[in-house]
């Protein structure tokens, strides 16, 4: 089976097919997927898919279904707005409006440059901290609209310096 | 000899997310320049999540302080004062101070025993503080039905929400046909505010396990999975831990004891979908399949994975076993009211003082949960609802809450048990927002399988944002009424049938709330924006920001002059309100 395989898709599946061996492997092997290349591309779906045997089709109707699975990549710097219960009631539609503001983003979109991905989270079950948001896994707690707007304007310098050296 | 002093450092996720791990480092660094002064240590939550970054200092000999809102800057004190000299920072103490210390008075803690005592990481702790003696009990001294039996009669229910008496659900997959039999873990807590499993998972891995366990020997399984979502990744990684720890102490694999039992667990992260905690969806997520209800029955006791027995239990249900078999099902019966037993787990969360995770007896109220055990309201606002339940479940008003907790009298209400998720609320919370907030949940986790819920939830959905725009009138209050009785009724799974309760127990109790957005077009709350005036006050610096950042320049005034916003142009986008420095712009 390996060989219907393009090199590039080797490291994620073998193993996790054998460990398995009935069709449950099949959200691990997504899951592997998205790690490896940040989303799921097309390309992975149909070696999986020649791998499996499970038909193309069946395969995007699961990583439609769960949240989890996207099939764009993500910017460079991805925030996520929790939406919890606590965030909402203690403003998380206001840290919204002021991300909106700072970098013309609505949820799951990315900035033209590929600098930024906004995404809403459930919980990130840090409740007491709310209103919170992440950047790149990072957690911001206790937030405010001007403590907001410096953290992304921080991040926003640190993109551009990042950019001049690679430019350089 | 002078036994050698432990720090113990709360890294669960809320810890973590507060800097416990910067807090950690900086204790390794002071450890460094005095190896012989202590040692560190990892736990899990204690519960406080209002006071973390959390350190506990024990001395060896059974004493102990606990400090709370510890930063990276305060440890040199720490290591300096109380480490080194032996002196309390008594400022900073959370269990010295007397106002603190109710916050476990009234607590009973069975699930939570080990949470924030323990290391998670060391299989060791666990069985020192009594961990793994009741699987040897059950292994050694008592037969599958003898266990199902001590299950039923600690009168335990399902805790995950369903409520369901565990003992009875054992015994049905243990008389199943069949001889491949499945237990399974439902780790996929989904409701927002809810972190109850998260927690028990984090801060004591085994005693899950051990609860997976015995219920594996009960209905004669020998293959286990936990269901867990992907988005607690110190979960999976303890659980993945404990699970080689559990294999090399020879607790799991094959011929356990000596005794010819067979266990074997798997995790399986979850992808991202609400409704896979339903048993059935989770079922089929497990199977690799996109995670849809099916009818029942057939019950997963008869045919569940891959078309086997399988009996499935909540985390905070597996918690709750081995101490169970260890005490007995009388002593965990004698905690509660007749119609619910034992102790409940509840995540705090909202306007609350004390957020955090509580354990209390069955049977305690509503208002002594939220004023004695959890301080009561936050910024000394006052009182107005709890929503319990989650998006499923429903919001009970303040003068509703003298009722104990209790499967039924919950149910009364028009609220439910729930998994644990509570969500405290005061005056500046609009009762329409937040069932807004819920329908809107559910309404994007629906499977899309029941045409009801589909579509239902998304009409109900249409119906709130125009309320909350100002655009409602009182017809809408009867479609929502409508909408909500259809949807209960033919919808397949608890997603469907619960995802009205949010509307229909805050229509019930704060209509009043509905009608004064239809009719005068206010939000009493002062949260719906469309419905809000902007002004601003003398505090206003005049520097001009809002000027600038209103789109539809609306505000104007002279630089270092109080700025005036003129609401005929006005959008209510709240872009100044976010933007002032200074608090001097106010919505009415």
Redesign the interface.
Same mark, same amino acid.
């Given at each position: 089976m390996t060989e219907h395989l393009s090199p590039e898709f080797k490291p994620f599946k073998v193993d996790l097919w054998k460990y398995d061996g009935?069709?449950?492997?099949?959200?691990?092997l997504?899951?592997s997927a998205q790690e490896t290349f940040g989303y799921i591309p097309e390309k992975a779906i149909e070696s999986i898919s020649h791998v499996t045997g499970?038909p193309a089709a069946d395969i995007y109707?699961?990583v439609t279904?769960?949240?989890?699975?996207r099939t764009k990549p993500l910017g460079r710097n991805v925030i996520r707005i929790c939406?919890?219960?606590?965030c909402?009631?203690n403003g998380a539609?206001?840290i919204y409006?002021?991300i909106q503001?700072e970098l013309g983003l609505t949820y799951d979109e990315t900035t033209d440059d590929g600098v930024f991905s906004l995404l809403s989270?459930?919980?990130?079950?840090?409740?007491?901290?709310?209103p919170?948001i992440t950047v790149n896994g990072e957690?911001f707690?206790r937030l405010t609209?001007?403590k907001l707007?410096k953290i992304l304007r921080d991040f926003k310098r640190k993109a551009q310096a990042a950019e001049e050296t690679a430019a350089k | 000899m002078k036994s050698m002093k432990t720090v113990h450092v709360g890294l669960g $996720?809320?810890g973590?997310?507060?800097g416990g791990e910067r807090v950690y480092q900086a204790f390794q660094t002071e450890l460094n320049q005095h190896p012989e002064a202590f040692s560190i240590h990892e736990t899990g939550c204690i519960g406080m999540?209002?006071r973390?970054v959390l350190v506990e200092i024990r001395d060896g000999a059974g004493n102990s302080r606990l400090y709370g809102d510890v930063t990276p800057e305060r440890v040199s004190r720490i290591v300096a004062e109380d480490l080194l000299e032996g002196r309390s920072i008594d400022e900073w103490l959370v269990s010295g101070a007397r106002k603190e210390a109710d916050f476990f008075d009234k607590q009973v803690r069975i699930v939570l025993r080990n949470c924030g005592k323990i290391d998670p990481g060391s299989v060791e702790e666990y069985i020192a503080s009594g961990g793994y003696q009741a699987i040897a009990k059950v292994l050694d001294r008592m037969t599958p039905e003898e266990v199902i039996q001590e299950v039923l009669a600690s009168g335990l229910r399902g805790r995950g929400g369903g409520g369901f008496p565990t003992g009875a659900k054992w015994k049905f997959a243990r008389a199943a046909a069949g001889t491949d039999k499945y237990v399974i873990c439902n780790a996929d807590e #989904?409701?927002?505010?809810? @972190?109850m499993d998260?927690s028990v998972l984090e801060s004591d891995p085994h005693a899950v396990l051990e609860g997976m366990m015995i219920a594996a020997y009960a209905i004669g399984a020998d293959e286990g999975y936990i269901y867990c979502r992907?988005?607690?990744p110190k979960a999976i990684m303890r659980l993945r831990h404990a699970i080689a720890q559990a294999h090399a102490e020879g607790l799991l694999g094959g011929n356990i004891r000596g005794k010819g039992f067979n266990f074997e667990i798997h995790i &399986?992260? #979850?992808? %991202?979908?609400?409704v896979c905690g339903e048993e059935t969806a989770l079922i089929a997520?497990?199977?690799?399949?996109? %995670?849809m209800p099916r009818f029942r029955p057939p019950f997963p006791a008869n045919s569940g994975l891959?078309g086997k027995p399988t009996n499935i239990n909540n985390v905070e249900t597996f918690a709750n076993i081995a101490w169970i078999i260890l005490n007995g099902g009388a002593a965990f019966a004698a905690y509660g009211t007749p119609d619910s037993k034992g102790t409940k787990v509840f995540?705090m969360? %909202? &306007?609350v003082r004390r $957020? %955090?995770l509580v354990e209390v007896p069955m049977g305690l109220t509503i208002r002594s949960l939220v004023f004695d055990v959890c301080g009561g309201i936050a910024n000394d606002g006052d009182f107005k609802a709890v929503?319990m339940g #989650?998006p499923a479940g429903g919001c009970i008003p303040a003068d509703l809450c003298d009722i104990p907790i209790d499967y039924q009298q919950l149910n009364k209400t028009g609220a439910i048990m729930g998994s644990g #998720?509570l969500?405290v609320?005061d005056e500046t919370?609009c009762m329409v927002d937040?069932a807004k @907030?819920?329908l809107s949940?559910t309404q994007e986790e629906s499977?899309g399988k029941c045409t009801f819920c589909r579509i239902g939830t998304k009409r109900m959905l249409e119906i709130l944002e125009r309320i909350t725009e100002g655009k409602g009138t009182e017809e809408d209050l009867d479609n929502l009424t409508e909408l909500s009785a259809q949807i209960k009724s033919a919808s397949l799974c608890g997603l469907g049938q619960n995802a009205p309760n949010p509307v229909v127990t805050t229509l019930q109790y704060f209509r009043q709330e509905y009608e004064a957005h239809i009719r005068e077009k206010k939000c009493p709350a002062h949260v719906c924006?469309p419905l809000l005036v902007y002004s601003i006050n003398d505090l206003c610096t005049g520097c001009g920001s809002c000027a600038r $950042?209103c789109p539809t320049g609306a505000i104007s005034g002279e630089r270092k002059t109080v700025h005036v916003i003129d609401n005929d142009k006005c959008i209510k986008?709240? &872009?100044c @309100? $976010?933007?002032c420095?200074f608090e001097a712009v106010t919505k009415e």
């Open positions: 009935h069709a449950g492997a099949l959200i691990p997504l899951q499970i109707g699961v279904f769960y949240a989890q699975f939406n919890g219960t606590a909402h009631v539609k206001e409006s002021v503001d989270v459930a919980c990130l079950g840090c409740c007491s901290l709310a919170v957690t707690g609209s001007p707007r | $996720t809320c973590i997310s507060a999540c209002y973390e #989904g409701d927002p505010g809810a @972190f998260r992907a988005e607690y &399986k992260e #979850g992808a %991202g979908a609400f997520s497990i199977e690799g399949r996109r %995670g891959w995540a969360a %909202g &306007k $957020t %955090g929503l #989650g #998720g969500i609320m919370t937040v @907030f819920f949940f499977c924006a $950042t986008c709240a &872009k @309100f $976010t933007v420095r």
